[in-house]
């Protein structure tokens, strides 16, 4: 599966942001997805991860209670919602697949979109 994440930008701190991520084939349903992001001079940390049918969600704490994971197969889209935007939310976000069971782990990963920069100016 080939994977494109969009939507990411400069927003304020306290903003909203929604960044997409779109996948080729017609085997979207069989992967879980996540989303990991990698600030400057950062490792590349999970962020969240929801499965095949979007029954089960996880969260990193420091995202928890601002950032929403959904998906909707039907459209081979995942998304990620991300409210109450902080500057430490800076960095390039990328989201990844990983066939039949979701995971924190970035090296579980199978398949890996470019990425999108998101930047808050505080």
């Known amino acids: 599966v080939q994977l494109q994440a969009s939507g990411g930008g400069l927003v304020q701190a306290g903003g909203s942001l929604k960044l997409s991520c779109a996948a080729s084939g017609r085997t979207f349903s069989t992967y879980a997805v996540g989303w990991f992001r990698q600030g400057p001079g950062k490792e590349r940390e999970f962020v969240a991860t929801i499965s095949r049918s979007g029954s089960t969600v996880y969260y990193a704490d420091s995202v928890k209670g601002r950032f929403t994971i959904s998906r909707d197969n039907a459209k081979n889209t995942g998304y990620l919602h991300m409210n109450s935007l902080k500057p430490e939310d800076t960095a390039v976000y990328y989201c990844?697949?990983?066939?039949?069971?979701?995971?924190?782990?970035?090296?579980?990963?199978?398949?890996w979109g470019q990425g999108t920069q998101v930047t808050v100016s505080s």
């Open positions: 990844a697949a990983v066939q039949y069971r979701s995971s924190r782990y970035a090296s579980e990963y199978d398949y």
